[in-house]
């Protein structure tokens, strides 16, 4: 009589390096006819700390253990499955670990599926390329309040940056009908400058400016009420930014608003009251 029955044995593993940790899957079946006298051997391989298993299947013969797993069944019924979870830990979460289990059985018919080797590659570390927001230092000049009258203007103007404002600037208020751009000349404006104390402007410092400011440059107030007014700090520079390099250029005009009429009495033209020393230069 040949007692045709065939062990099989198969391995499969889930890794965790980031825990060290990796988790076996043994399963062994059989087929055909009961098999007697079968043992299953899974010793702990090389790269492994502890070893821990529980078993499940009709024919386990201890439920949980650790260690190496050699476990005699003295009989293998047809169509069982038996299956051993092991909880392993790494001693090196890069190694490659190795682990080979058996079945074996006399007058097993079929001995090619009586070893599983299972080979847990670690994962490869790819480190992918950061991109860092560049952290910028700079100043960011912006105008926070525009209002005129035809005695007066007034720009309130603060910088909102992280950096003080060291370069001397230009603030201009147009009275138009279009937002201004860059290197656009207005009808009042103001230069701010170390000469005259406009700068430097801290972090978070604001200034006020007005036709009495000591940085009053040029230009009348609106004749008129309800005139369309725009303002612009940092307007003149032989920079694409203007004078101040700034974290950001795209707020530096304020605007449209409207000029109001002025309830005292309409002064003189200021021109005749500059003093343009300590200005900056102004294209
Ligand atoms: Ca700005
Ligand atoms: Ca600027």
Redesign the pocket.
């Known amino acids: 009589m040949v007692i045709s029955y065939d062990l099989a044995i198969t391995k499969s593993s889930v890794r965790d390096e980031i825990n060290n940790s990796i988790r076996y899957t043994l399963t062994v079946n059989n087929s055909v006819v009961e098999a007697p006298s079968v043992v299953i051997s899974d010793t702990i391989p090389n790269g492994i700390s502890a070893f821990a298993w529980t078993c499940t299947g009709i024919s386990c013969p201890n439920a949980t253990g650790t260690g190496s797993i050699s476990e005699s069944i003295g009989a293998f019924p047809a169509g069982a499955t038996v299956t051993y979870n092991i909880t392993a830990t790494m001693i090196i979460s890069t190694a490659t670990i190795t682990n080979t289990a058996t079945v074996s059985a006399s007058n097993e018919v079929n001995n090619s599926n009586n070893t599983a080797i299972n080979v847990s590659q670690p994962f490869f570390n790819i480190y992918l390329p950061v991109t860092l927001k560049k952290a910028i230092f700079a100043?960011?000049?912006?105008i926070t309040s525009l209002t005129a009258n035809t005695n007066d203007v007034t720009v309130v103007i603060q910088n909102?940056?992280n950096a003080a404002v060291t370069d001397a600037f230009w603030v201009d208020v147009y009275y138009t009908t279009s937002a201004p751009v860059l290197n656009q000349l207005g009808d009042v404006y103001w230069g701010l400058s170390v000469d005259n104390g406009g700068v430097p402007i801290a972090v978070g410092g604001t200034v006020t400016l007005t036709l009495s400011s000591p940085y009053y440059g040029g230009g009348i107030p609106p004749s008129a009420a309800n005139t369309t007014l725009y303002g612009q700090?940092?307007s003149i520079g032989l920079f694409s930014y203007g004078a101040?390099l700034?974290?950001?250029?795209?707020?530096?005009v304020f605007g449209p608003t409207s000029s109001t009429t002025a309830l005292g009495k309409v002064s003189p033209a200021r021109q005749s009251l500059l003093d343009i020393s300590g200005l900056p230069t102004r294209r």
């Not at 100043?139 to 912006?142: A, G, K, M, V």
């Not at 700034?246 to 530096?252: G, K």
């Open positions: 100043p960011d000049l912006i909102q940056g700090v940092d101040v700034e974290s950001n250029e795209s707020n530096n």
